[in-house]
């Protein structure tokens, strides 16, 4: 290795090491407010739970619909749909499937791989794919709450940045196994 190259990896180890530093200090003056959202009531590790559980107890006024999250926008949607059907439905067990139309900076930014991780993650099936248009179709089954999860981990992403959903209920397949990555 050149006397450049190793110049160059050895700034870049420092400040990998700096933001490591960085972030455990930021923990350790944090650590009893991360505690209270990050554990729930029994001690384990679920920081989406405990985040819902402090907004939700929130006195503040809601916020206007174009600041809302896209899990927010996802569940505030599902309820419209369920309307008067809501009744005896479990959002946190019984299932649904989605169809999900993406807009906005969702191409080339690991958008569908960023999905299928994250819907495995949460145990939904179904499917994501590139549209012509610039936008990402996706056909995703499971809880309500689940399938709001992946919004919000998609919402999250480095480089990914959704615009609006276009989202319309579908029939739930029966026996399906896995989601995929559909296309190029």
Avoid at 66 to 77: I, R, Y
Avoid at 104 to 111: C, E, L, M, Y
């Amino acid at each position: 290795m050149d006397h450049e190259s190793m110049r160059s990896l050895i700034g870049a180890v420092i400040l990998w090491a700096m933001g490591i530093a960085a972030v455990l200090y930021l923990i350790r003056q944090n650590w009893e407010q991360i505690k209270e959202i990050c554990l729930d009531d029994n001690g384990r590790f679920d920081p989406l739970r405990g985040l819902e559980k402090k907004f939700s107890q929130s006195s503040e006024p809601q916020q206007p619909e174009e600041n809302l999250t896209p899990d927010a926008k996802f569940m505030a949607l599902f309820m419209k749909q369920k309307g008067a059907r809501m009744a005896g439905f479990d959002p946190e067990k019984d299932h649904v499937r989605e169809h999900i139309i993406f807009h906005g900076r969702v191409q080339g930014v690991g958008f569908r791989y960023q999905a299928m991780y994250a819907a495995r993650t949460y145990g939904l099936t179904g499917w994501v794919e590139n549209l012509p248009d610039g936008s990402v179709e996706m056909e995703v089954q499971g809880t309500p709450a689940g399938i709001g999860r992946v919004l919000t981990h998609l919402g999250s992403g480095h480089w990914i940045r959704i615009d609006d959903m276009d989202v319309e209920e579908l029939p739930v397949v029966p026996g399906e196994r896995g989601f995929s990555v559909r296309g190029y």
